[in-house]
């Protein structure tokens, strides 16, 4: 079998020579803030199953679909148990943060007392938009916050309103600064134009473009992925192009999803698709080395902002799917239930909605008969289960094998409906967009413009972003491996360049190698979106190797601004003044002066007061230790 022919080896830093005492304090002091402000607790880390096969050649499987049913070998039980472990995980983050989450729930709870300014028009409950008043009933801008106008202004759709009228309930490093904690959130970092068009358009004309993409020109995020001709490719295509069983097409769809995060235009629908990609997950690269390249593109990618109910059902005739998870080989003579399983306890009403045994069977056989042909859905109503079922509050009398795509759709359309995949979405999305553990109060609002905007995920935005919780939450999310790389690539402005593909192919290889690449978590459950499942030593260290990559150019085929240029030095200028004028174009703020100083311990008798020409050659790693501190380690 031939190599992938994008594999390439991954560059091999120079041994550094010992570092001086106090420039390993400041390194070390730098670090251990990070993982203490980030509240996690070191040596802890969910490691993600490996694919057996390094390259593009996966391991063999049996051709038989009988044989490859049978040995599946992944039981529904372990799915489980790793779903248990991110539950864990964010139980082990909540526990922590219980005394933050205490001093949200009294602070949002005062805020509504003194009176809500604004409703969602597409949700059913208002949002809880608060003010602050003074005993004269003067309102009280916090700490330079904008009430809907000035800085970031607008009030047309709501969001600043609130944004403007409610504090950090638990500020740690940051700067009370309502558009930098949208950014922050709603993009995979904000690169310089991002906040230039914030605050050229306020929040709420900014946040309006980003929930409605198809109105944002995205040539730039178009190009990158153009870059890669066999992402999102067919099965057809497929066939045509790679040998089989190798694994180049899903290689080039996971690079060039890095590819859009990195350079799209429309953020919030990359973090949507991101979120989207792994609650209905199916690994890339997998088995499905034909079917898997074009479920992002005909599944996830057009679907994830809209009516849930028809991103599931989509994912359940994608031959992506059904192959992930056995269905295209279940038939009534022998049920495969992990799809019916999973759609039960992954992508729809969770383990806690009090479904049975006899509803995963059930479940499973209402699915049987989608299968595929060739790499495309085929229904085959042969393989159908025919008689009556039933799963929680849905039954059907299956009365007929011809009808049985039509019941299928029918049970989609009811686990959609049901209130607690509302919840489920609810909590998918105010994980990554508020907190590892978001309060019970949000997800209830959430999960009823759900339920009331026809499934839309829109609406749940929509409603999300004019919460009080969300923009209170400053801090309370920790960058995890993928989104540290391309929130460094974007915030140094990386550009496109002579071979931009083959640097985006080494920024693949190497999230890979921390655990974390574009699609490519192994089990059916997604990556874990919580700390606790990614606060690891090593992987920090990995983290900083790549800063010092694309801080100082290592790998040649992209635009990078050189160091100096990303804050010049003037006549005059202090070290001091030039490592506060770097964490404004880096952070958005400065940093504090005890961490500023400990960023300037990197270089040997350079104090604050040093003049900056004299300590301009120490300027290669002083911008890194800005990107591994907690200012950019949290959002």
Known sequence: MRPSSDARPLPRAATPAPRPAARRSAIGALVAAALVLAGRAPGVRMVPARPAGRGSTPPAVPTDPGARARAMTTPARSVAARSAEETAGAAATGARTAAVRGAATSRVAALRAAGSTTSAAATPAAAPGTRRTTAGGTRTPSLGRPTGTG??????????????????????????????????????????????????????????????????????????????????????????????????????????????????????????????????????????????????????????????????????????????????VSSKSLVNENL?????????????????????VASAKVLTGRSQSGGVFAWKPTMHWVGPLTVLGWSSPNASAADGLAVGDSYLDYLAGHPATARTIARKLAVRFVGDDPPAELLDRLAAAYLANDTSVRAVLQTLFRSAEFWASVGQKTR????????????????????????????????????????????????????????????????????RGLVNGWWKGVTTTPVLQLVPVTPGMTAGQWVDALSVRLLGQRMTTAHRDAVLGFAPQVTAASPMVNASWYAWGLVPLLLDSPYFQLR
């Open 480 to 547: 995890r491996p993928l989104e540290d790389v391309v929130g460094t690539a974007r915030v140094l402005d990386l550009k496109p360049g002579t071979d931009t593909a083959g640097v985006l192919q080494v920024l693949y290889w190497m999230v890979r190698s921390n655990g974390h690449a574009p699609l490519g978590w192994g089990p059916p459950n997604g990556y874990p979106d919580v700390a606790a499942a990614w606060g690891n030593a090593g992987s920090f260290v990995q983290r900083m190797t790549i800063h």
């Open 340 to 360: 019916g399983r999973e759609l039960l306890e992954l992508h729809t009403v969770g383990r806690g909605a009090g479904y049975t045994e006899a509803d995963v």
């Open 151 to 328: 800085r970031y202004g607008g009030v047309g759709a709501g969001f600043a309103t609130v944004a403007g009228t409610t504090r950090p309930t638990a500020p740690k490093v940051f700067v009370d600064d309502a558009g930098l904690h949208l950014l922050r959130r709603a993009t995979f970092g904000p690169r310089p134009s991002d906040l230039a068009d914030l605050r050229a358009l306020g929040i709420d004309e900014w946040l309006s473009r980003q929930l409605d993409p198809a109105t944002i020109p995205d040539p730039e995020g178009d190009a990158a992925w153009a870059l890669f001709p066999l992402a999102g490719a067919s099965a057809a295509t497929v066939h045509a192009q790679v040998a089989p069983f190798h694994w180049d097409a899903m290689f080039a769809t996971g690079q060039a999803t890095l590819a859009r995060q990195v350079f799209s235009r429309r953020q919030l629908l990359e973090v949507v698709v991101d979120v989207m990609a792994d609650h209905l997950h199916v690994a890339c690269p997998s088995e499905g080395w034909d079917t898997v390249p074009s479920y992002v593109t005909d599944v996830i990618r057009p679907l994830a902002m809209g009516r849930y109910r028809d991103l599931l059902k989509a994912a359940m005739r994608h031959p992506a799917m059904l192959g992930y998870l056995n269905n295209d």
